[in-house]
């Protein structure tokens, strides 16, 4: 397709075509994820994620894919409307380094340990859901849980491992100590 010839402009036609369909899908995507979040939550908690600093790194693709930045001020938006608790934690903050069942603190994990043993209380934590328990209770929001035992926190701290190891029929482990 010769520059300047009608082939090699169909052509950029259709690619452009494709990304812009790709963009609104995107688009699409990250609205639909974020109108679900904040229309089925009452309080939402986030991670103050360091995109740029990420995008630097071997994570880049996927991050951007996701449309992180897009989706969290979304999720903002819609619960300012919805009147929603939003909350957002320190970007320092080591969610997934504390076990969220007796606070221990035990370092950086490389991102393919997916999950581990608490080395002091002995659990077993997922790492997406024990992040997520320990971001809750940094944001001040998990009274509820407590409230109802420990026996919640220590359920949700692993529920998804189960979840997970159904979905990919594997179980991807590690022992870290
Ligand atoms: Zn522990």
């Not at 090699?8 to 452009?16: C, D, E, N, P």
């Not at 790194?57 to 897009?70: E, G, I, V």
């Not at 026996?151 to 594997?170: H, K, P, Y």
Request: with cysteine.
């Amino acid at each position: 397709k010769t520059k300047g010839s009608n082939n090699h402009a169909k052509t950029r036609l259709l690619k452009a075509k494709t990304y812009g369909r790709i963009r609104n899908q995107r688009r699409d995507m990250a609205y639909k994820l974020a109108s679900k979040v904040a229309g089925e939550n009452q309080a939402v908690a986030l991670e103050t994620l360091n995109v740029k600093g990420l995008a630097r790194t071997r994570m880049a693709k996927s991050l951007l894919d996701a449309n992180w930045t897009r989706i969290i001020d979304r999720i903002q938006q819609l619960g300012v409307q919805y009147g929603r608790t939003v909350k957002r934690i320190d970007r320092w903050y080591p969610s997934s380094q504390i076990c969220s069942q007796c606070g221990r603190r035990d370092g950086r994990k490389p991102l393919d340990i997916r999950e581990w043993e608490c080395p002091q209380c002995g659990i077993r934590l997922d790492r997406d859901w024990n992040a997520a328990l320990n971001i809750l209770d940094a944001a001040g929001l998990a009274e509820s849980l407590n409230a109802r035992g420990g026996d919640v926190r220590r359920r949700l701290a692993q529920t998804g491992r189960n979840a997970d190891a159904r979905e990919a029929g594997t179980r991807r482990t590690a022992r870290l100590h």
